[in-house]
């Protein structure tokens, strides 16, 4: 599934808010059941959290994204790839236990 971050979830976004940055916006307009966008280090960049208890790595691109608004930087609207269920997210979904 495609999300788009619009100029408007840019302008409504919070810096190092993980419920609150324009990716997350974005997937709660497209109605993916996020609660936070969470950064989990270097290796692994960030995560989408579902409310199903899962962890969606967001890629490197996103992760760069995310990092430039966090900072201050100016970003222009974007589109990436979002898995449309848990199974094709196959090894990238992980079940994190509440």
Same mark, same amino acid.
């Not at 919070?14 to 974005?26: D, E, G, H, Q």
């Not at 990092?67 to 196959?90: H, I, K, S």
């Given at each position: 599934?495609?999300?788009?971050?619009?100029? !408007?979830?840019?302008?409504?976004?919070?810096?190092?808010?993980?419920?609150?940055?324009?990716?997350?916006?974005?997937?709660?307009?497209?109605?993916?059941?996020?609660?936070?966008? !969470?950064?989990?280090?270097?290796?692994?960049?960030? !995560?989408?959290?579902?409310?199903?208890g899962y962890q969606v790595a967001l890629g490197r691109e996103m992760t760069e994204y995310i990092l430039r608004f966090d900072r201050g930087e100016r970003v222009e609207?974007?589109?990436? +790839?979002?898995?449309?269920? !848990?199974? +094709?997210?196959?090894? +990238?979904?992980?079940?994190?236990?509440?």
């Amino acid at each position: 599934m495609k999300i788009t971050i619009t100029q !408007q979830h840019i302008d409504n976004g919070v810096r190092n808010r993980s419920w609150a940055c324009p990716a997350y916006l974005a997937l709660q307009d497209a109605g993916i059941p996020v609660k936070a966008v !969470q950064f989990w280090g270097i290796v692994d960049g960030f !995560q989408a959290a579902c409310k199903d208890g899962y962890q969606v790595a967001l890629g490197r691109e996103m992760t760069e994204y995310i990092l430039r608004f966090d900072r201050g930087e100016r970003v222009e609207p974007y589109t990436f +790839e979002f898995p449309d269920t !848990q199974v +094709e997210a196959g090894v +990238e979904a992980v079940l994190v236990e509440a």
